[in-house]
T-cell receptor
């Protein structure tokens, strides 16, 4: 149980296009989903926190108009990278926190999406 | 900013040896977690230790937590080639239940067969 999927796993796009990444909790409901970015050989950096039915909370330095987050249901959150540029190339990872598992603050991570912007 | 700082940044050992990784953090925490990441893959949760715990075991993993020193260690005993991965510690930023994890820079472990 507690599986999180991401789609697509890899995407290559041209500069200026928009890319949507989906994050799904497959067997549990998640009130909160998190989006992270990881550059090569670096750690994960939290980009935004997404709560179902409300606006996402973005970390300092993350452009909300560029990284659009929608959390329309308890099992799906999407991250759209708008007008992508080569510097947006990165590994994007989502995580989900289950409703029923409040203690321990446990998050379940997706497998990540490798975005390459040409 | 990064809350956790792991050391060493890279560790290379022979199969069968023990691997110890350390993590330091800056602010108060409710718990500290360790994750594993294979190259180019997502994170796998290994173990969580609460602030009122000093040591925890899970299989070949042993985690210690010293809140007075704001540090934690992850010990992998009898390492295997399959343990080769990057290991990250993560803390809850606000010391509450908001779930905003802050990850350390990670230790890249290489276990040679």
């Amino acid at each position: 149980g507690a599986v999180v999927s991401q789609h697509p796993s890899r995407v290559i796009c041209k500069s200026g296009t928009s890319v949507k990444i989906e994050c799904r909790s497959l067997d549990f409901q998640a009130t909160t989903m998190f989006w992270y970015r990881q550059f090569p050989k670096q750690s994960l950096m939290l980009m935004a926190t997404s709560n179902e039915g409300s606006k996402a909370t973005y970390e300092q330095g993350v452009e909300k108009d560029k990284f659009l987050i929608n959390h329309a249901s308890l099992t799906l959150s999407t991250l759209t990278v708008t007008s992508a540029h080569p510097e947006d190339s990165s590994f994007y990872i989502c995580s989900a926190r289950a409703v029923a598992r409040v203690l321990g603050n446990e998050q379940f991570f997706g497998p990540g999406t490798r975005l390459t912007v040409l | 900013s990064q809350q956790g700082e792991e050391d060493p940044q890279a560790l290379s050992i022979q199969e069968g040896e023990n691997a110890t990784m350390n993590c330091s953090y800056k602010t108060s925490i409710n718990n500290l977690q360790w994750y594993r990441q294979n190259s180019g893959r997502g994170l796998v949760h290994l173990i969580l230790i609460r602030s009122n715990e000093r040591e925890k075991h899970s299989g070949r993993l042993r985690v210690t937590l010293d809140t007075s020193k704001k540090s934690s260690s992850l010990l992998i005993t009898a390492s295997r080639a399959a343990d080769t991965a990057s290991y990250f510690c993560a803390t809850d930023r606000y010391g509450g239940s908001q779930g905003n994890l802050i990850f350390g820079k990670g230790t890249k472990l290489s276990v040679k067969p």
